[in-house]
């Protein structure tokens, strides 16, 4: 069964669809887990998609939502600031708890790539999230960007372009815009993972926001609620030692798992260790 819903962040429309298992006991509040886009991509994607349907085949309600100026909610186009995505997740669980059919003290939040650093941070400022999964996130920007722009050549370029945007804010009031693949470059052969509408051009401020980001500095806080870190061993789009970072940042219970078989948009494959492995964990520690 699936519900578009719509919900409001800091005044604007969010659009979203909740997902609820068709074996659902009637009358019985769910558990729910709210899935979090990549980085200027929707919830028409595989990593949003696929986890939704595989939470309710486990007995979940599962949100998905567009982050503002993405998909179909509002906001502003293609800027998309990681404080404010942080706002949006933490309204979703706002909505979540006033539906009747969702159990408001069972709520989780598994993110992918940008969507994993936001679901790390909300998880570390908002306590009413119990659960956090995060595959293949990332804890620091900077460090972040580093590694995804190695070599002085490639540093210089992109930190060039964030002084550029700056500049050109401060003379005309308004967004220099960036090439998606200037800010995080991604290899030919897995560009066909992103999803329809996906935007390519973004605010030069949207690399700004994720460059200042660090979930690193809120992961702690998770605990003693768990935190599930998945990251690909062999990532080729957010490094790897980002989720390492994160992990040796966290509290109990926290556990990680690398998958060298897996690319970045690990829940996309057929397949795999990764379905068991989630399963298990959340049998464990967030029982639907």
């Not at 800091?10 to 074996?23: E, Q």
């Not at 693949?181 to 690399?207: C, M």
């Amino acid at each position: 069964m699936q519900e578009n819903v719509t919900f409001q962040s800091d005044g604007l429309k969010i659009a979203g669809t909740l997902c609820l298992p068709d074996n659902a006991p009637k009358g019985k509040k769910l558990a729910c887990i709210m899935v979090l886009h990549g980085f200027g991509s929707n919830k028409t994607s595989d990593n949003v998609k696929i986890p939704c349907k595989m939470l309710n085949e486990w007995g979940y309600a599962a949100l998905g939502f567009d982050m503002r100026g993405c998909g179909d909610s509002e906001g502003t186009r293609a800027n998309l600031i990681c404080m404010e995505q942080v706002a949006d997740t933490r309204a979703a669980t706002t909505f979540l708890q006033s539906r009747p059919e969702i159990d408001g003290k069972k709520i989780g939040v598994l993110g992918s790539s940008f969507g994993g650093a936001v679901a790390v941070y909300a998880a570390g400022v908002d306590e009413r999230i119990g659960a956090c999964v995060s595959s293949g996130g990332w804890g620091n920007g900077k460090i972040k960007f580093e590694g995804q722009h190695p070599g002085k050549e490639a540093w210089a370029k992109f930190t060039k372009m964030l002084a550029d945007g700056k500049a050109h804010r401060a003379k005309t009031g308004t967004s220099m815009m960036v090439d998606r693949y200037d800010i995080v470059p991604i290899p030919g052969n897995l560009r066909h993972n992103l999803a329809q509408k996906s935007h390519d051009q973004f605010t030069a401020e949207t690399a700004q926001s994720m460059y200042d980001f660090t979930a690193d500095d809120v992961v702690a806080k998770i605990a003693p609620r768990p935190l599930l870190l998945l990251h690909s061993s062999v990532d080729t789009v957010t490094p790897t030692e980002q989720s390492l970072r994160m992990f040796n940042l966290a509290g109990q219970p926290k556990d990680l798992h690398l998958f060298n078989e897996t690319t970045h948009f690990m829940f996309a494959a057929d397949g795999g260790r990764v379905r068991p492995i989630v399963k298990d964990w959340l049998d464990m520690y967030f029982p639907a």
